[in-house]
């Protein structure tokens, strides 16, 4: 006779679980300016959670981020099914009709997370970008699990309202580590991270110097086409754009610590016209160079 699995919402051995008080939601997280930009309603640890089902046909009212790191699961999102396995996640919007369990050979621990908020909707978005599948994959980083623990044992601590600041800003950090993997994890670079990286580097050495994006793709040992193409998909602007950024920021260190000139100012990040340089840094900073000086006096 087949086994029928027992189906349960907790009740796991070594399961971690916080519900904050719907008053402390009510109360603090949704009034508070920060907190009430993205807060966490529930937050919890299932360890080989055998026999965990939970059915919602209507949804629920927060977001739902499930991080499985060992065994297997499933989710149905919108009546769409998926499997679920170690160093996947998914996240379910708000008020979408869902299910999910655990496998009954190999039961899922998962970390998950219950969170609403102004801009939670537009970081669930943002999460779920350029990936139309419920489970894209999560590499496994202990750092990103100790954001989770901190997490978890400030809330032990209290519902105080710098504890509460203090945990939801944390949170913050946690969802960015899941929308930018590559950045947080700063590691599996292509040949073409290291090729921006060393430009940027070489950007910020050479600020006093003239470069042409010739130069740049020379350097590089690209075609001048490949390179630029390659540069804005790595930071979102031209290479000269962003060199030029970040000779506007050198600018804006010798205004506010030094009493250089604007003209000198502008020949020590090579150029020579300060009228083209003021030019530059008005169109970027939205204030001329000594306004800003005059404003950070």
């Not at 160093?87 to 039961?107: C, D």
């Not at 580590?177 to 994890?185: C, G, L, P, Q, V």
Request: with cysteine.
């Amino acid at each position: 006779m087949k086994r029928t699995a027992l189906r349960k919402r907790e009740g796991f051995e070594g399961q971690l679980l916080i519900v904050l008080p719907k008053k402390i939601v009510s109360d603090f997280l949704t009034k508070d300016p920060i907190t009430r930009q993205v807060y966490i309603t529930d937050i919890g640890y299932y360890p080989k959670a055998y026999g965990h089902y939970v059915e919602r046909p209507a949804g629920v009212g927060q977001n739902i981020l499930i991080y499985c790191v060992e065994g297997n699961g499933w989710v149905e999102i919108n009546k769409k099914k998926v499997e679920i396995a170690p160093s996947q996640f998914t996240v379910i919007p708000a008020n979408m009709s869902h299910k999910y369990g655990a496998s009954e050979n190999e039961p899922w621990t998962i970390y998950w997370i219950h969170f609403k908020g102004d801009v939670s909707a537009a970081i669930v978005d943002l999460i779920m970008e350029g990936s139309k599948k419920l489970r894209p994959r999560l590499s496994y980083n202990e750092n990103r699990i100790k954001l989770f623990q901190e997490i978890y044992s400030n809330l032990e601590n209290g519902y105080s309202d710098d504890n509460l600041r203090y945990v939801n800003m944390i949170f913050y950090h946690f969802l960015s580590s899941i929308a930018y993997e590559d950045k947080f994890n700063n590691a599996a670079k292509t040949e073409e991270d290291d090729i921006i990286a060393n430009t940027i580097q070489l950007m910020q050495k050479k600020l006093h110097t003239v470069f042409a994006l010739d130069d740049f793709a020379r350097m590089a040992n690209l075609s001048t086409s490949h390179f630029s193409a390659v540069f804005r998909k790595k930071t979102g602007y031209a290479p000269i754009e962003y060199y030029n950024h970040l000779k506007v920021q050198k600018a804006c260190q010798y205004l506010s610590f030094s009493t250089s000139s604007v003209k000198e100012i502008a020949y020590n990040l090579g150029i020579d016209d300060p009228y083209y340089f003021s030019r530059m840094f008005t169109k970027l900073m939205g204030v001329s160079p000594s306004e800003y000086r005059n404003k950070t006096t």
